[in-house]
């Protein structure tokens, strides 16, 4: 599987995102980090992950400057090939604002940072990202955001539950998402954006592996690939 | 040099500067400074980076052992964790501009220290914070604490570091004057350390970062002044952080480091580009000339004085290898931050400053930091607290209930939750227990950390408070497995000119000296903020001790969750020390009586016997004891493990008193246990069983949920 984080000035969780990649990858095709002002993606990528953090410092809206920057061009293209793009929280983000996810996460209900555990349930195993997940399991994935807060118009969010996109809901809402919203699928299910952090419990020692089905799935599908 | 104010008394008086040290000045220099070298005189001399007054007090601190690498003087302390990699840390306040503007004082002091951390060429791996605000019945301590804690998560969490630990505390003493401590540590390579001395003349002086504007000039000369009610005024004298930029310098100082390209490097912190240069040139026995015209400015028609003295954030000052300026410059280029060439190493001792062809400053270099004025200030000994007479009678059960809901002893959750405690992925023990454990990157080793003081301690017996804040640091790296290293201080008092502030500030530096050489945690870094008063009433002592633990494998972590049906022991003697205790204060606002006084021998068998215990299997889960006593350990014990727990019954002291150098272990093997502790001189006896539904203090009894319902909801109660 050959896999790649994009890296946007600002970001985090890019090396905590490679580090996941690379426990399910095998380490004889290591995580490649690719540096936002590029314009194009190396060849023969299966999937790219767009990591958390703040790109950009959040200035203007979350994830907005991000989306306009040279890589993401080949990113959406990427995509609309049938490539595999995984998103996490400010990746989410950035998915919205480039418009590869519908919808617009804004400021949690509370106006505060808000950063622990959280139930999800597992709305979908029919996924590239789900499949070793059992549907209707509850998993413990941290949450570290501000803007979280999931919102789209009536029509998206019918769509969204009328085509099985919602991948994960909050089994406690915290952050006033609509509907509980914590993850979604593109329409082709080959883009996945979610709010909560698989790469931060996907290890005994961090005091979880909740998160490790995640890859494991994605490893499942793309490995031999 | 035209166009600048003409030198008097009033305007020497408004940069702290006294007569005396005028005088001096003028000595130095043999004639009337200019505006800016005025300027420059205040920002070297002033006591937040002279320590002018605690200087001779510090210098006493044991500061060396086989695990030091680097000890106080640098931007940070090193201290060894073995193959080839140390910890680079500091704690350092923020407190006098965190009281002006919440927000952003807390924002650039975890700015402030994050910097000088990665300066020395190390990634933050942890950040921690102490905090002490007012009552909640005064009118700013609910707007402080809220912006103080938004500050703190804005910055770290938006730079990447995880806070995973701290301290918050209320008391009526900080109402005027918040405290706020910030501490980071960061991870490098031993062969790969960075210092601030200068070397080679002729060498180019490279100012990166963000740009220079007005904000923060006098900064460190307003927190070194007590305040009154001009306090307003002085807000214009807080920095603004923006840890974007900051997340940038750091990536882009790390990546500049990997090209050789460095030859010392220092960060623009308290009086900015003066503090930075003159250490520069001072530590390296070298000249520096700077241009200012060369600055990157921010702001428009920027005076000399101005930029000499801005503490704009997000700021270094490097001396580069010439011949490397290329490479240098496109790595800075990449991360779309400035990279200026402002001035020039040179051979003989002079501070040159020109700006658009006119000297506006020549003074010699070396005088301004060797020859800061050092103060051996009267002090006096704090008399000797009565002991406690009449011990009020309390229902177990209901004190413990008061204790949990009270706002210094309920759950810290509404604020750590609040910060990013995980990002880096690294984390392996998160807030909320006796210290946070953050992994070695790519290793199975971990290294621990914790921040304590107890102030009301240290204010009825400084020596012995000083004393405590080092055992209880010890102690809590020990409940969590980790063996101490090494310490950082951050002293923070009221006026030093006061003989009873100066005589609380030399106890708990002979307190503290005398227990991390006992307890064998050298201090490598720290920070003094004297002058926290207002109107002249001072904070209680509040000498923070920061401190890191090494854990040689992440085996060694001790939980701090018993399971269902263990046997509780308790380690070390218990006196019943309720003097000082969280109980009078909490139930009965009473300060009164002697602090507890610490053994420091048998704190160190009980710390090294916890850890070989966990070693042999033989305890399940441990915690340390500290304010709130046995029922307070206890009952954190069980709420963290989701049962009930069962205490043999006892008088007041027995429940709720302080004494030191004990521990509460949850275990399997009781007999066992107790045997080996006996056979290690240690203290142990089996106290109670933890199971069922109930916190049971003999008779009396508080259900699990009345009693998490009070923990959970003691500071959103009162914080919203």
């Known amino acids: 599987m050959r896999a790649a984080v994009i890296q946007f000035p600002g970001s985090n969780c890019d090396r905590d995102m490679a580090v996941a990649m690379d426990r399910v990858s095998g380490h004889n095709k290591p995580t490649q980090l690719i540096w936002h002002k590029e314009s194009t993606l190396p060849d023969g990528l299966d999937i790219i992950a767009i990591p958390g953090g703040f790109s950009f410092g959040d200035y203007l809206r979350c994830g907005a400057i991000a989306a306009r920057s040279p890589i993401m061009r080949s990113v959406i293209d990427f995509a609309n090939k049938g490539g595999f793009v995984l998103g996490v929280c400010n990746g989410f983000q950035v998915l919205t604002e480039s418009g590869l996810l519908p919808g617009a996460l804004m400021r949690n209900a509370n106006l505060k940072f808000i950063c622990k555990d959280a139930g999800l349930r597992v709305e979908t195993s029919d996924s590239v990202f789900t499949s070793a997940y059992k549907k209707g399991a509850v998993v413990n994935v941290p949450v570290a955001h501000h803007d979280g807060n999931y919102n789209a118009d009536p029509e998206t969010l019918k769509t969204l539950i009328g085509d099985d996109r919602i991948a994960f809901r909050y089994a406690e809402n915290p952050n006033g998402s609509m509907d509980d919203i914590a993850g979604i699928l593109s329409d082709n299910r080959r883009v996945l954006g979610m709010m909560p952090h698989p790469e931060r419990l996907n290890d005994p020692q961090l005091g979880g592996t909740d998160g490790a089905k995640l890859f494991e799935s994605i490893a499942s599908a793309l490995v031999s690939a | 040099m035209s166009n600048e104010p003409e030198i008097t008394q009033e305007l020497i008086a408004s940069h702290g500067i006294s007569p005396d040290e005028y005088e001096r000045l003028l000595e130095i220099i043999g004639r009337e400074p200019t505006y800016t070298e005025l300027g420059i005189f205040s920002a070297m001399w002033n006591e937040h980076c002279s320590y002018k007054s605690s200087k001779k007090w510090l210098r006493t601190l044991p500061t060396e052992g086989p695990q030091v690498i680097c000890g106080p003087g640098e931007n940070a302390g090193i201290v060894d964790i073995g193959d080839g990699q140390c910890i680079v840390f500091k704690m350092e306040s923020h407190n006098h501009p965190s009281y002006i503007e919440p927000y952003q004082g807390a924002a650039t002091g975890v700015g402030g220290i994050l910097r000088d951390v990665f300066t020395m060429g190390a990634r933050p791996i942890a950040a921690m914070n102490s905090l002490s605000f007012g009552e909640f019945s005064h009118r700013k301590t609910k707007s402080l604490i809220n912006g103080v804690v938004e500050g703190v998560g804005g910055y770290g969490n938006c730079f990447g570091v995880p806070t995973v630990g701290g301290e918050v505390r209320f008391h009526a003493a900080y109402n005027n004057n918040c405290l706020v401590n910030a501490f980071a540590a960061g991870l490098a390579d031993t062969d790969k350390i960075f210092y601030s001395a200068a070397s080679g003349v002729g060498m180019p002086v490279v100012y990166l970062g963000a740009k220079t504007g007005r904000d923060g000039v006098g900064g460190a000369t307003m927190a070194s002044a007590e305040f009154d009610d001009t306090i307003e005024e002085k807000r214009p004298t807080v920095q603004v952080g923006d840890p974007f930029t900051e997340k940038r310098l750091m990536e882009a100082t790390l990546e500049l480091m990997a090209t050789g390209a460095v030859i010392s490097i220092q960060d623009m912190g308290a009086a900015g580009l003066t503090c930075s240069a003159v250490e520069m040139g001072d530590k390296g026995n070298l000249g520096v000339k700077l241009n200012l015209e060369d600055v990157p400015q921010r702001e428009e028609n920027m005076t000399a004085y101005e930029m000499m003295l801005s503490e704009s954030q997000e700021r270094m000052l490097m001396v580069l290898k010439p011949e490397l300026e290329t490479e240098a410059r496109a790595v800075f280029e990449k991360w779309d931050l400035d990279f200026a060439i402002v001035g020039e190493t040179i051979p003989e001792d002079r501070f040159l400053i020109v700006h658009n062809g006119e000297v506006k400053a020549d003074l010699p270099l070396k005088a301004l930091s060797g020859t800061a004025p050092e103060y051996d200030r009267p002090w006096v000994e704090t008399p000797a607290a009565a002991p406690l007479t009449d011990i009020p009678s309390v229902d177990a059960a209901d004190a413990l209930h008061q204790l949990l809901g009270s706002a210094n002893y309920s759950s810290r959750r509404w604020v750590y939750e609040q910060y990013d405690s995980m990002v880096g992925a690294d984390t392996v023990k998160r807030p909320g227990s006796d210290a946070g454990v953050v992994r070695v990157h790519g290793t199975d080793k971990a290294v621990a950390f914790t921040s304590d003081v107890t102030p009301r301690y240290c204010k009825a017996n400084p020596f012995e408070g000083g004393k405590q804040a080092v055992a209880e640091a010890y102690r809590n790296l020990c409940a969590t497995g ?239």
């Open chain 2, 482 to 720: 980790a063996r101490g290293l090494a310490t950082t201080d951050n002293m923070n008092f009221g006026n030093p000119e006061k003989p009873e502030i100066m005589g609380q500030f030399v106890g708990c530096i002979k307190g503290i000296g005398e227990a991390v050489a006992a307890l064998d945690m050298p201090i490598v870094s720290g920070n003094v903020s004297l002058y926290n008063e207002t109107d002249g009433a001072g904070i209680l002592p509040t000498p923070t001790i920061g401190a890191v633990g090494l854990l040689n494998h992440i085996d060694e972590m001790i939980s701090n969750v018993p399971n269902d049906g263990d046997t509780l022991v308790l380690i070390g003697k218990t006196d019943g020390h309720l003097g000082q205790s969280a109980l009078l204060k909490e139930l009965f606002d009473r300060e009164d009586g002697d602090a507890p006084h610490v053994d420091l021998a048998a704190e160190r068998t009980a710390g090294e016997f916890v850890r070989a215990a966990h070693g042999q299997n033989m305890i399940t889960s441990a915690h340390d004891l500290s304010d709130g006593g046995l029922a307070l350990a206890a009952a954190e014990m069980a709420m963290a493990a989701g049962v009930g727990v069962k205490l043999n019954a006892g008088d007041t002291g027995w429940f709720f008193g302080e004494d030191q150098a004990r521990y509460l272990l949850g275990t399997k093997n009781a007999d066992g246990l107790i045997a080996a502790a006996k056979s290690a001189g240690v203290p142990a006896a089996a106290i109670g069983t933890f199971g069922g539904k109930d916190i049971a203090l003999g008779d009396a009894k508080l259900s699990l949920s009345d009693a998490n319902e009070a923990f959970e909801n003691g500071l959103p109660s009162r914080v919203m």
